[in-house]
C-alpha cells in the first residue's frame, strides 16, 4: 500500500466511525420523539377529562347556588 493512500484511508474510517456514531445518535432521538409525542397524546387526553370533570363541577355548583337562592328567596 503506497504511503500516500494512509491518510486517505484513516480519514475515511474516521468518517465511517462518525456515520455510525451519527446513525445512533438519529435513532435514539427518534425513539425520544416517539415516546415524548405518546406521552403528549396522553397529557392531552387528560386534560380533556380535567376540563369536562371541571365544566360539570362548575354546572353543579350553580346549580346548587341557585336552589340555595331560590330557598332563601322562599323564606
Do not use: C, F, G, H
Not at 484511508?9 to 420523539?33: C, G, M, V
Request: aromatic share 2%; hydrophobic share 45%; charged share 30%.
Amino acid at each position: 500500500m503506497p504511503a500516500s493512500e494512509t491518510p486517505s484511508l484513516i480519514e475515511l474510517a474516521a468518517l465511517e466511525a462518525k456515520i455510525d456514531q451519527l446513525i445512533e445518535q438519529y435513532l435514539l432521538i427518534k425513539n425520544e420523539n416517539k415516546s415524548l409525542k405518546i406521552k403528549q397524546d396522553a397529557l392531552v387526553k387528560e386534560k380533556a377529562k380535567l376540563l369536562e370533570k371541571n365544566t360539570q363541577a362548575k354546572t353543579q355548583i350553580e346549580a346548587m347556588l341557585a336552589r340555595l337562592k331560590a330557598m332563601e328567596n322562599d323564606t
